[in-house]
């Protein structure tokens, strides 16, 4: 669900990142490969929900990848060998009961409009995961950011770990990992840093509780 057509999405977002398409590839090739590969297994079946341009299932290694977005640009953006879905996430899903391994999303829940979507999508991520299937989830965190936060269009639900944490616990989660901050809040217009830096960011994990404005969160399906 979302307050944009999507035709306002198409805009919104190739407006936004178009000119660092080359720049978001490398760096979501780092993350994945050095935080989010051990979440997904050579041969497990991985949904990117909320895809936006492809950035992290292109990357993951597995066996069945698959992705959601309202943006008609994310099926061509997703790469080869994605099963895309153009629709609502907080509408049913074209999967089976257990169907997936990992459900992975990034900066995506803070662009829904309000608690009870997020709850449907979380309701529809529990039916399609399989037992002991996680989700893992990062964000802006508006603790850290209570101005700039806003400066994005297309923001509309303010979020911290804690919120996140109890929602998913509400919907029947076990929550594995809960980090406040994690990564710096965003690459849309920011400074494009040497790959080595952000390799060295991951490594330091003091350097997140300076840095980190995003949460990351890991939850488990019991």
């Known amino acids: 669900m979302s307050t944009h057509s999507p035709a306002d999405l198409q805009r919104i977002y190739e407006q936004r990142f178009s000119r660092d398409l080359e720049y978001r590839q490398q760096v979501w090739q780092v993350l994945v490969g050095r935080v989010f590969q051990r979440f997904a297994a050579p041969n497990a079946a991985v949904l990117d929900l909320g895809c936006g341009y492809g950035e992290f299932i292109r990357h993951i290694r597995c066996g069945r990848k698959f992705a959601m977005d309202l943006n008609p640009d994310a099926p061509r953006r997703a790469g080869p060998g994605v099963e895309c879905f153009v ?18 999303s990034s900066n995506f829940f803070e662009h829904l409009p309000d608690k009870a ?9 529990f039916r399609c995961l399989r037992s002991g299937g996680r989700l893992v989830a990062m964000g802006p965190n508006i603790r850290y950011l209570p101005g700039a936060y806003w400066d994005f269009w297309d923001h509309y639900l303010p979020l ?22 994690f990564l710096p809040y965003t690459m849309a217009g920011g400074p494009r840093y040497p790959l080595l830096f952000l390799r060295l960011y991951l490594a330091l994990t003091p ?11 890991v939850a488990r399906k019991t």
């Open 207 to 217: 350097a997140w509780r300076i840095f980190g404005k995003q949460f990351l969160v």
């Open 117 to 125: 979507a997020l709850g449907r999508t979380f309701d529809e991520a």
């Open 160 to 181: 911290t770990e804690l919120s996140l944490k109890e929602a998913l616990e509400n919907r029947g989660f076990a929550i594995e990992r809960c980090h406040a901050r």
């Open 87 to 104: 629709q609502d996430c907080s509408a049913p899903w074209p999967l089976p009961d257990g169907a997936l391994d990992l459900v992975f």
